[in-house]
């Protein structure tokens, strides 16, 4: 293998591992945010049906 086919590997796998490190990160921190919108939903659904019963 040629000193430029090893550098371009080089590359490529230092990309793929930012692309994929990355991602992760902002998989695990869309999750958690989307978690604690939906149990903010859900308390506030309750608080309204409770000030909607007489």
């Not at 692309?19 to 859900?42: E, P, Q």
């Amino acid at each position: 293998m040629t000193l430029g086919a090893t550098i371009w590997i080089a590359l490529f796998l230092i990309a793929a591992l930012l692309f994929f490190g990355l991602a992760a990160i902002i998989a695990v921190l869309g999750f958690r945010d989307l978690r604690l919108l939906l149990s903010k939903a859900s308390t506030s659904e309750d608080k309204a049906e409770d000030y909607l019963q007489p």
